[in-house]
């Protein structure tokens, strides 16, 4: 299973922080269709749900602010 383009899209934008409706703005695809691709995507990387989306996010970057003070 791979993600299509448009999934591509929405991880990015959802990384970024935007909402489902401003992800469906953006794209020009109703919300629905958002949160269905947004179920492909949480599959396709074995997440749960959005809340723990958040947190492999804050984890991550929190991570590369570690890691930018271990360079310096």
Same mark, same amino acid.
């Given at each position: ?13 959802? +990384?970024? $922080? ?5 992800? !469906? ?5 109703? &919300? ?5 691709? =947004? ?7 074995? +997440?749960? $749900? ?5 947190? !492999? ?5 929190? &991570? ?5 003070? =271990?360079?310096?």
């Amino acid at each position: 299973m791979t993600l299509t383009e448009t999934q591509k899209e929405i991880v990015t934008l959802l +990384i970024e $922080g935007k909402t489902n409706q401003q992800i !469906a703005d953006q794209l020009c695809f109703s &919300v629905d269709k958002i949160k269905k691709d =947004l179920k492909v995507i949480y599959k396709y990387f074995g +997440i749960k $749900g959005p809340a723990e989306t958040k947190r !492999a996010v804050l984890v991550r970057e929190i &991570v590369k602010i570690e890691m930018s003070k =271990l360079m310096m």
